[in-house]
């Protein structure tokens, strides 16, 4: 701390002595030139004695110059550059603790304008880093909380299969239900490895023109035995021969994750339908059901991360698919709307660009 001061005291000195020698150099020029010309103009000459106090005089007002303005342009530091510095500082080292609600107010005066510069980054940078900051603490908790359902069944069915004597038929059942749930947490998992990859831009499109309509009926055929069991009418309206310039293998996550909800909410004797439409650079696809539908208030939140509508469906599903869904829309530059209302449905309809 000594030695810090010690510095502190030499730079101040080391300054002053600077400014004192510029000074110097500067009224010296002006006097011997001021000297010079009287001299020569007036026929005067000037003894040992007059440029002697001549010396002194000016040496007396070099000094007082250099005080004068030395201390001057000290306090204009400490108010114009010493203090918003520190306020700088004091934000940034709150910020580097973790607390991320802290501002840097605006500052008023000669020179702010590069400080408000600064300091307005520095707020932008403050309100990403807390939002950053809430997303990945709900994330977590999201996480911890959707493990906590399917690890206590599989936990709970595994003490129940260790009682003795029981009967096939309830061993078979027991053991369904957990199999359910693990399966249930290896979906999740890969559906957040998925996402994650997708967020953090580890999956690159591989772009390459491909048959649209032929990758939509095989992703409908792979859900025949649900339509079948439920007895869900299937309706099509699937345009032949539309292709698209895109990434199939992402583009296959979109139309299993919508179709997966389209049938998940559709209640038996219900009907989903399917349809492709084409213009010249796009590419229209709309999936509809008439399931429970949604209120605006749910359907504003269906896209983020493991939000569930529907709680009585949440045992089928982790509320990932349709955040995968927009995520994919985003990377290729595509478009999802929802229209839902209600006891009516919900029909998704999403616009791809052909090339």
Wanted: aromatic content about 8%.
């Amino acid at each position: 701390m000594k030695q810090l001061k010690f510095r502190q005291v030499l730079k101040l000195i080391n300054s002053y002595a600077v400014f004192f020698l510029a000074v110097a150099f500067a009224v010296t020029c002006c006097m011997l030139l001021f000297v010079s010309i009287l001299a020569d103009s007036m026929g005067i000459v000037f003894t040992a004695d007059n440029i002697t106090d001549a010396a002194k005089l000016t040496f007396g007002n070099v000094v007082l110059i250099t005080i004068l303005f030395g201390t001057t342009d000290f306090i204009r530091r400490k108010i114009t550059v010493d203090r918003p510095v520190k306020q700088i500082i004091a934000a940034t080292e709150k910020i580097m603790q973790g607390d991320f609600s802290v501002r840097v107010a605006a500052m008023h005066g000669a020179g702010a304008e590069g400080f408000n510069q600064i300091g307005s980054a520095i707020n932008k940078m403050a309100e990403e880093l807390s939002g950053t900051e809430t997303l990945r603490a709900d994330f977590i908790a999201n996480v911890s909380h959707e493990l906590k359902t399917p690890l206590a069944v599989m936990q709970n069915y595994a003490t129940l299969l260790q009682q003795p004597g029981l009967d096939d038929a309830t061993r078979i059942e027991y053991a369904k239900s957990v199999s359910d749930a693990a399966r249930r947490l290896a979906s999740m998992m890969t559906n957040i490895l998925k996402l994650n990859r997708l967020e953090n831009q580890q999956i690159f499109p591989q772009r390459a023109e491909y048959d649209l309509s032929e990758q939509l009926c095989q992703a409908l055929l792979q859900f025949e035995n649900v339509w079948e069991q439920s007895g869900i009418e299937i309706q099509t309206d699937i345009l032949d021969g539309v292709t698209v310039t895109a990434d199939e293998e992402l583009l296959s996550l979109v139309w299993n994750n919508l179709l997966s909800n389209a049938f998940k909410f559709t209640p038996p004797g219900g009907a989903v339908s399917v349809g492709l439409s084409a213009t010249e650079h796009h590419a229209i696809i709309k999936i509809r059901d008439t399931g429970c539908g949604m209120t605006p208030e749910v359907g504003a939140h269906i896209f983020e991360k493991f939000y569930q509508g529907d709680t009585s469906r949440a045992t089928e599903g982790n509320g990932l698919g349709l955040a995968l869904v927009k995520r994919v829309m985003d990377i290729l530059q595509g478009e999802i709307a929802v229209e839902s209302a209600p006891g009516q449905g919900t029909a998704f309809t999403v616009t791809i660009r052909r090339n």
